[in-house]
């Protein structure tokens, strides 16, 4: 194999941390639907330098690296940011626009999510139980639900669920339940397939055509929706598993 094929996936791995960037300088500047918009962008080059890595069999120790690299600025990092922001802008009038001490303190309470990201990322390189599922919330999964208030928030017409995303104290205590979920021993299905056939893969056929569903009945605000019914799929068929 040369090495501009074994590059392939460090490359599109590059576009990652890319587009994590992007989405982290948009969410500085403001527009959280751009930085929401890199954040998914990103999440789709991830599955992509994973499925190049075993297509060309191109795995390396670097590689491994650079994607938990990638992985903490895209998933970590950014929704940090983006979390940040929305809780500036809040609306909350008990939160909102009161910059007095403890106030400062409260909107820097988003940036645990870095924090519990790299320690998830890092449980992840050392834990061979994770090989074909996952230990805790996946980054991505954690990234793309917070990524997708700011969509919500846009594009929805539910004024109630606009109004919780744009609610601190939900944010705060959602941060809190997301930081444990990451570094929880909550055994995770990976939606990585080794074959197509439907009685190895059973759990993961079910949960993409229940998001199919949703994301047709509900469109954006079905987003976090899922990654519920993700949790919950994986709690329960480990339940199933292990009876």
Do not use: H
Not at 17 to 31: D, H, P, T, Y
Not at 97 to 122: E, G, H, K, M, Q
Not at 124 to 131: S, Y
Not at 195 to 200: E, I, Q, T, V, Y
Request: aromatic fraction near 14%; charge should be positive; glycine fraction near 4%.
């Amino acid at each position: 194999m040369n090495l501009i094929t074994k590059s392939i996936p460090n490359f599109i791995t590059a576009l990652n941390i890319l587009c994590g960037s992007f989405s982290i300088l948009f969410a500085f500047e403001g527009n959280l639907l751009l930085a929401s918009l890199f954040i998914g962008i990103a999440s789709i080059f991830d599955f992509m330098d994973g499925m190049a890595a075993r297509l060309l069999n191109a795995y390396s120790e670097i590689g491994k690296q650079l994607d938990s690299l990638a992985d903490l600025i895209s998933f970590g990092l950014a929704p940090s940011v983006i979390l940040y922001n929305m809780m500036k802008l809040s609306t909350n009038s008990e939160f909102g626009n009161d910059f007095s001490l403890l106030n400062t303190y409260l909107i820097l309470i988003p940036f645990l999510i870095v924090v519990f990201s790299a320690l998830r990322l890092a449980k992840f390189n050392v834990d061979t139980r994770q090989t074909t599922s996952f230990i805790g919330l996946p980054t991505p999964a954690n990234a793309i639900l917070i990524a997708s208030f700011p969509v919500i928030i846009y594009y929805s017409e539910i004024a109630f669920v606009k109004d919780i995303l744009r609610n601190n104290v939900f944010l705060i205590i959602l941060v809190v339940i997301q930081s444990f979920l990451l570094v929880s021993e909550i055994p995770m299905f990976s939606l990585k397939f080794s074959n197509l056939r439907f009685g190895k893969n059973k759990v993961r056929y079910i949960f993409l055509i229940l998001s199919l569903a949703l994301l047709i009945i509900f469109q954006t605000v079905a987003i976090p929706i899922i990654i519920f019914l993700y949790i919950i799929m994986s709690i329960v068929n480990n339940w199933i598993t292990n009876k």
